[in-house]
Structures are given as structure tokens and as C-alpha cells.
């Protein structure tokens, strides 16, 4: 069993940074595979980014070159760190636990003037 808290969020001004963290507890080895997602209002939840075992993260186009994911592993926790965020990218944050599919509780990031 896998249980995940987020931290982070906010409300930030357009050009922005935030991050967003997600720690993970369980029994695992390593570290799992771990995906951020996201859910505007009247959208449907999309991805954001994964980072695999292998520690090379792919991003969804509209956040490529702002988005960055990593992890700590001796701190269980992942991290996305986002930069020159943009109105559009408002919405509720998720990571996600690959493996299990267990979702975080998701954290809210408004980015507006």
C-alpha cells in the first residue's frame, strides 16, 4: 500500500515559479515511476510529466522548456518545479504513484495578476 501527500501550490503572478512537492511512503524499492497530472476547471485531467525509473522525465508540449520534474530519493519525494507559469496553466495539481495508480489529494495553482 502506497499513500502520497502534496505540499505546495498557490497563487502566483504570470512569469512565475512555484513547486509543487509529493511524497511518497510505502514499501517499495528504489523509486517508482511517478507522473504529475493536472485538471482545470470544465477540463478533463491531463499529464503533465512522467519520470520513470530511469530518471529521464517526458513532458507534455505545453509545459516543455518551463517544467522541470525530479526526485529526491532519500526523501521519497518528488518534485515539479514550474517556471514562467502562464494563466492557462491554473488548475489542480496531482502526482500519481505509477505503479498502484494511487492519485495525491491534488493542490491548487492559480497563476493570475
Known amino acids: 500500500q502506497v499513500q502520497i501527500g502534496q505540499s505546495g501550490g498557490g497563487l502566483v503572478q504570470p512569469g512565475g515559479t512555484l513547486r509543487l512537492s509529493c511524497v511518497v511512503n510505502?514499501?517499495?524499492?528504489?523509486?517508482?515511476?511517478m507522473g504529475w497530472y493536472r485538471q482545470a476547471p470544465g477540463q478533463q485531467r491531463e499529464e503533465v510529466g512522467i519520470i520513470s525509473g530511469g530518471n529521464h522525465p517526458v513532458y507534455t508540449d505545453s509545459v516543455k522548456g518551463r517544467f522541470a520534474i525530479t526526485r529526491d530519493t532519500s526523501k521519497r519525494t518528488v518534485y515539479l518545479q514550474m517556471n514562467r507559469l502562464k494563466p492557462e496553466d491554473t488548475a489542480i495539481y496531482y502526482c500519481k504513484h505509477l505503479p498502484t495508480g494511487t492519485w495525491g489529494q491534488g493542490t491548487q495553482v492559480t497563476v493570475s495578476s
Open positions: 510505502g514499501s517499495f524499492v528504489g523509486f517508482p515511476p
